[in-house]
C-alpha cells in the first residue's frame, strides 16, 4: 500500500500536478511505510513462533484458568478460596490481562513482561478491580500481581495484593486453556 501510495505521489509530481519538488514527499512517505509496517508486523508478523522466539519474548495470549487464594496476612492461613478466568490480549507493544470471578472482575492497568536469569519469564501488572452489581462486602480497589512462567508456558504461579480499598493478598495458580486470542 505503501509502495502505491509513493509511486502515486511521483508519477504525480512528473505530471505536472505539484508545481515544484513536493517538500513534504519524503516525510510523507516514511511516515506511511512505519505506519503500515507497524500495523502489518502487530496483526501478522507478530503473532508468529518466530518472532516470539527471534525476540526471545512469550506469547501469552489466550485463555487462562485461575485458582485463587486469600490469605490472612498474620497468620498465613488460607482465608478464602476463589475461582477466575483470565483473558490475556497481547501485542506487539501491548499486553492486557482481563480477569472474571463470581463476584467481580478486573482489568490490567499497566504490565510487563521481563526475563529474569535462572528464574524465567515473569508478568507484573497491576490492576483495577470492580465488584459487580449487589456485592455488598466487595469494593473497588487496585492492586498488584506477579506470574512466574512455566518454561513450557502451559502454567504459572502467582502472587496479589490489593490496596486503595481492599487490603488483602494471596497466590494463584493458573492452567491455560487456550492459546491466541
Known amino acids: 500500500m505503501?509502495?502505491?501510495?509513493?509511486?502515486?505521489?511521483?508519477y504525480a509530481e512528473r505530471w505536472g500536478f505539484f508545481h515544484a519538488q513536493a517538500f513534504w514527499t519524503l516525510p510523507m512517505t516514511a511516515a506511511i511505510f512505519y505506519t503500515l509496517g507497524h500495523l502489518a508486523f502487530d496483526k501478522w508478523a507478530w503473532r508468529t513462533w518466530?518472532?516470539?522466539?527471534?525476540?526471545?519474548?512469550?506469547?501469552?495470549?489466550?485463555k487462562w484458568?485461575?485458582?485463587?487464594?486469600?490469605?490472612?496476612?498474620?497468620?498465613?492461613?488460607?482465608t478464602y478460596n476463589w475461582t477466575a478466568e483470565v483473558t490475556i490480549s497481547q501485542g506487539w507493544e501491548k499486553i492486557r490481562i482481563y480477569s472474571q470471578t463470581k463476584?467481580?472482575?478486573?482489568?490490567?492497568?499497566?504490565?510487563?513482561?521481563?526475563?529474569?536469569?535462572n528464574?524465567?519469564?515473569?508478568?507484573m501488572y497491576s490492576y483495577r478491580n470492580e465488584p459487580r452489581p449487589g456485592e455488598p462486602e466487595l469494593k473497588a480497589h487496585h492492586g498488584y500481581a506477579e506470574w512466574h512462567i512455566a518454561a513450557d508456558g502451559?502454567?504459572?504461579e502467582a502472587?496479589?495484593?490489593?490496596?486503595?480499598?481492599?487490603?488483602?493478598?494471596g497466590r494463584m495458580k493458573l492452567t491455560r486453556k487456550t492459546r491466541g486470542n
Not at 505503501?2 to 511521483?10: D, E, G, Y
Not at 518466530?50 to 489466550?62: E, K
Not at 484458568?65 to 486469600?70: A, I, S, Y
Open 65 to 78: 484458568d485461575c485458582v485463587g487464594e486469600t490469605i490472612d496476612p498474620t497468620t498465613g492461613a488460607v
Open 103 to 117: 463476584h467481580s472482575r478486573s482489568r490490567s492497568v499497566a504490565a510487563s513482561i521481563v526475563m529474569e536469569e
Open 50 to 62: 518466530l518472532i516470539h522466539f527471534v525476540l526471545d519474548i512469550p506469547d501469552l495470549r489466550g
Open 119 to 123: 528464574v524465567g519469564y515473569i508478568l
Open 2 to 10: 505503501a509502495v502505491l501510495l509513493a509511486t502515486a505521489i511521483t
Open 159 to 169: 502472587t496479589y495484593f490489593n490496596g486503595g480499598g481492599r487490603y488483602t493478598g
Open 154 to 156: 502451559a502454567s504459572a
